[in-house]
């Protein structure tokens, strides 16, 4: 069974940055990739982005251009680095694996329970 723990959510200024990391259980390198999600209240879950084995990360255009993720394979650990932030990035972030690369987050079988990201304005 993989267990994903997200850590590193917070409160944060418009314009500030945070860095969240998502840990896996166990060795994931069967799983081909994983992947962020978010969800603010009122909304669907919405995808941020996605990074397979290889390296080959994909982020969604709302945040292509702040947003960058990365994995480290030796830590099973996943990153998300968020920076220039704005209040409608506050939400609840997950992250996720998949067999598959990815954006539909039915796709994705395993979650970690999410973390909060506050942006304040």
């Known amino acids: 069974q993989v267990q994903l723990v997200e850590s590193g959510g917070g409160l944060v200024q418009a314009g500030g940055s945070l860095r969240l990391s998502c840990a896996a259980s166990?060795?994931?390198?069967?799983?081909?990739?994983m992947g962020w999600f978010r969800q603010s209240p009122g909304k669907e879950r919405e995808f941020v982005g996605t990074?397979?084995?290889?390296?080959?990360?994909y982020c969604a255009g709302s945040v292509k251009e702040r947003f960058t993720i990365s994995r480290d394979n030796a830590k099973n650990t996943m990153y998300l680095q968020m920076n220039s932030l704005k209040p409608e990035d506050t939400a609840v972030y997950y992250c996720?694996?998949?067999?598959?690369?990815?954006?539909?987050?039915?796709?994705?079988?395993?979650w970690g329970q999410g973390t909060q990201v506050t942006v304040s304005s």
């Open positions: 996720a694996a998949s067999s598959y690369y990815s954006t539909e987050a039915s796709d994705y079988n395993y």
């Open positions: 166990e060795r994931t390198f069967w799983l081909n990739a």
């Open positions: 990074i397979n084995w290889s390296g080959s990360a």
